[in-house]
């Protein structure tokens, strides 16, 4: 059993850089993972596991958890949550709540969640808020945030990121995993290549902004999307492989984020592009997209507009203007992007995405609004546009 923080550690060490933050224990991605939650819920002296899935994501594990949970001599309880009216499920008040309920009702000692990136912040928070822990049981390789501990959350109507906890354990069935709907593991790729331009973004805020920044953490997130780019095809095709390399990735990313305290590493312009689509969305009452999928279009967009500032842009001084120059060169032509995302079997346009181009045009116009204090180069083309106005 390899424990997919390992590589991290041994990165760190290989730096003499000592990790103060401590990780889920373990995290294994391998066939059969999920039959290792109720030995380990057991050893860790619980009683009654609260498992938190959906109705696909009870079909695909909570079920068989269930079962294996009551064989080995717990007590599981199970917390069906609803979507909402669109059929979406959500991490909303009526989630968070219908979760806290059931707590209460069954008197759990522990959450368990099966699922996807949603139903873990489902369960994160009401963990958080209950005082209990919670493990880890993804059902899809369509996000980095698992192992995340703040919760983006949804209250009337309106997304908001807040404090919550991560998992004590995570366990990733690859059979799972390669059994979900394709979409997933192709919004799991574009939540990776978003990288591309959350890194540049990253050493950009670093240079103009002076943000915190740490080689290391850039160098473990680095290793993860490289590792993706590379085995694109088998991500595509969700062979074993493929699916095993995708998650470590996945898990590597959102650990570097652990290890920093901060998102910076996974989450620049893009992601502001793509949290201004969702809330769109919401704002209108249409159904939501995944979140990867999103973020692997906007991808493509931030790079297509950066590159075309590339020229233009002289920030600062001679030695940061080449600095910022040489960062850009390492971010992929728009096209190339588009490549993967197509090879990884997700969209790779605002088209075949569903966002028309005037919420393209008002997202890169009004995006870098969302997350006013981080310094991206969204932001800076914006701030410059309005000094110009004026
Ligand atoms: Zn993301």
């Not at 197509?342 to 605002?350: D, Q, V």
């Amino acid at each position: 059993m390899t424990d997919l923080a390992r590589r991290v550690y041994e990165t760190a060490e290989a730096r003499g850089v000592r990790i103060e933050v401590p990780f889920p224990e373990p995290i294994v991605a391998e066939a059969g993972a999920l039959s290792l939650a109720a030995p380990y819920i057991r050893e860790k002296r619980y009683r009654k596991p609260l498992v938190v899935a959906d109705e696909n994501t009870y079909r695909a594990a909570g079920a068989r958890l269930m079962d294996e949970m009551a064989a080995v001599g717990l007590a599981p309880e199970l917390t069906l949550v609803l979507p909402d009216r669109l059929g979406d499920v959500i991490a909303d008040e009526a989630s968070i709540v219908q979760t806290l309920l059931d707590v209460q009702r069954y008197g759990a000692d522990v959450i368990v969640a099966a699922g996807s990136g949603t139903l873990h912040d489902i369960s994160r928070y009401a963990a958080y808020t209950a005082g209990l822990s919670f493990v880890s049981v993804p059902t899809a390789a369509s996000v980095d945030g698992f192992n995340s501990r703040g919760a983006p959350l949804v209250i009337r109507g309106e997304k908001i990121t807040v404090q919550a906890i991560g998992p004590i354990a995570i366990f990733a069935d690859l059979d799972v995993l390669r059994k979900a709907p394709p979409a997933m593991a192709a919004a799991g790729f574009g939540d990776m290549l978003g990288k591309l331009t959350s890194l540049f973004d990253w050493q950009f805020g670093r240079m103009t902004g002076g943000e915190p920044y740490s080689e290391l953490v850039a160098d473990i997130t680095e290793q993860a999307l490289r590792d993706c780019i590379e085995n694109v095809q088998a991500i595509g095709s969700r062979t074993e492989a493929g699916i095993r390399i995708l998650m470590q990735s996945l898990v590597e990313s959102g650990l570097a984020m652990l290890m920093l305290g901060q998102s910076h590493p996974a989450s620049g312009a893009e992601h502001h592009l793509s949290h201004y689509w969702e809330m769109e969305l919401m704002r209108t009452g249409r159904r939501a997209l995944l979140h990867g999928a999103k973020v692997g279009v906007a991808c493509a967009e931030i790079s297509a507009l950066y590159h075309s500032l590339a020229a233009e842009q002289a920030a600062g001084g001679e030695e940061e203007a080449r600095a910022l120059r040489q960062a850009l060169d390492r971010v992929p032509a728009a096209e190339t992007i588009r490549g993967w995302l197509r090879e990884a079997g997700g969209p790779a346009t605002i088209r075949e995405l569903g966002i028309s181009e005037e919420l393209l045009q008002r997202s890169l116009a009004e995006a870098h609004r969302i997350r006013p204090n981080r310094f991206t180069l969204l932001r800076a083309y914006n701030d410059g546009r309005a000094a110009l106005r004026n």
